[in-house]
């Protein structure tokens, strides 16, 4: 349906303007629909000048950024037969 709109509305500017206006309205009314289903308040958006970045003082980041993390080493691959063995053994004691 959005798409149908988005085509008509490359042909005229006044067709734009109105359909955003209706766009606008029936945001409006989900925002209500939601807040009475849900029961909770619903944030309106608001725009102004962004905060300044918060950063968590415990968080550790490495120096550069070229360096990561050293990959874990993974155990080396037991043969079946060894692991038979090694369960029987713990079976036993």
């Not at 006044?14 to 619903?42: D, M, S, W």
């Not at 980041?61 to 029987?88: D, F, H, Y």
Request: hydrophobic content about 40%.
């Amino acid at each position: 349906m959005l798409e149908a709109v988005a085509d008509q509305v490359e042909a005229s500017g006044e067709l734009a303007k109105h359909i955003g206006e209706n766009l606008g309205v029936i945001a409006a009314h989900q925002r209500v629909l939601l807040q009475r289903v849900t029961g909770l308040p619903v944030r309106t958006r608001s725009q102004s000048a962004p905060g300044k970045p918060w950063v968590n003082a415990q968080l550790q980041l490495p120096a550069s950024p070229r360096a990561r993390p050293q990959p874990v080493q993974q155990a080396k691959p037991v043969k079946r037969a060894e692991a038979k063995r090694e369960g029987a053994a713990r079976g036993r004691r």
